[in-house]
């Protein structure tokens, strides 16, 4: 027999050690394995909106997804809650706008003006169309590192907050997003930067700023540009909230609750499925949908 410690004892001890470290990681909670679902959007004329988004991107096309008029693109979903009146276009939320790639943004921007497509902001660098439910539309040139999965895909969607790189460290350590540039909160520790002016293109305020990578899309997190203002929550807009999907709704739930994160619904069904959905806040009063992932649901 040799000496020392018995190898029952040894394996006792590394159960008892991974099971308290199992149980701090869920004491401390853990960042989910977050996919980008959706962005929910309601509309007055879902038809209109419809015929709006496959005419101008020939990669979407019309669907319905847990009882809402849809359309998709690639992995990506635009749905069209209708309803009776128009509502708030105000650019007072953070849920910005969102957009697609382009190889080549004058051909397309000449074929959708041909089209009768409104643009407020003419490319280069990038163009703005207005959607015909009143909110901002954005064409942008491909590159490797633009999001999407292809030269004519979905490719972002583009936030606002009172604090951008706070608001981005908010999604590193919560939803476990992954940041594309190191910015300078990384190196003082101060996410907290003040705004800087404002310049071209779209005498916008553009720094400080960050980019998170959420699956094939890109996440942008760009300044308040109206920072007298504070930003309000998503909901009650066109642009309603964004949706994301996740394994374990449940137990997501217990883990996001641990790290202090707001729970604004919970205990649903994710339209007309049986899919359990819960709403939670982010940054800036931003509207989050997790869904169960599921067979049910593309």
Not at 159 to 177: F, I, N
Not at 202 to 210: D, F, T, Y
Not at 242 to 265: H, S, Y
Request: charged letters at 20%.
């Amino acid at each position: 027999m040799r000496s020392g410690v018995p190898v029952w004892r040894c394996a006792i001890f590394v159960v008892a050690i991974f099971l308290a470290c199992d149980h701090l990681s869920h004491a401390q909670g853990r960042s989910p394995d977050v996919g980008f679902h959706h962005v929910h959007m309601k509309v007055v004329d879902p038809e209109q909106s419809i015929l709006f988004y496959t005419s101008s991107f020939t990669q979407t096309e019309r669907t319905d997804i847990a009882g809402w008029d849809a359309v998709r693109s690639e992995n990506a979903y635009i749905i069209f809650e209708k309803v009776l009146l128009p509502i708030s276009i105000e650019l007072d939320s953070a849920l910005w706008h969102f957009g697609w790639n382009s190889p080549d943004l004058i051909a397309d921007y000449r074929r959708l003006s041909a089209q009768g497509v409104d643009f407020f902001r003419v490319p280069p660098p990038s163009g703005h169309m207005m959607g015909p439910d009143g909110n901002d539309v954005e064409i942008s040139l491909y590159s490797p590192n633009s999001g999407g999965n292809g030269p004519r895909a979905f490719n972002h969607v583009h936030l606002m907050s009172d604090a951008p790189l706070c608001a981005a460290q908010w999604y590193e350590q919560v939803l476990g997003l992954k940041r594309v540039s190191v910015t300078d909160d990384r190196l003082t520790g101060n996410c907290r930067a003040p705004f800087g002016p404002r310049r071209d293109p779209g005498n916008q305020i553009h720094q400080p700023n960050a980019r998170l990578r959420l699956g094939d899309i890109i996440l942008f997190i760009y300044p308040n540009q109206r920072p007298s203002r504070t930003l309000v929550s998503s909901r009650g807009h066109v642009l309603d909230h964004i949706g994301l999907t996740v394994d374990g709704l449940t137990t997501t739930l217990a883990d996001l609750k641990v790290r202090g994160v707001k729970v604004l619904e919970s205990g649903y069904n994710f339209g007309d499925t049986t899919m359990q959905a819960a709403m939670i806040e982010g940054p800036d009063g931003l509207a989050i949908e997790l869904v169960e992932r599921s067979g049910q649901v593309p």
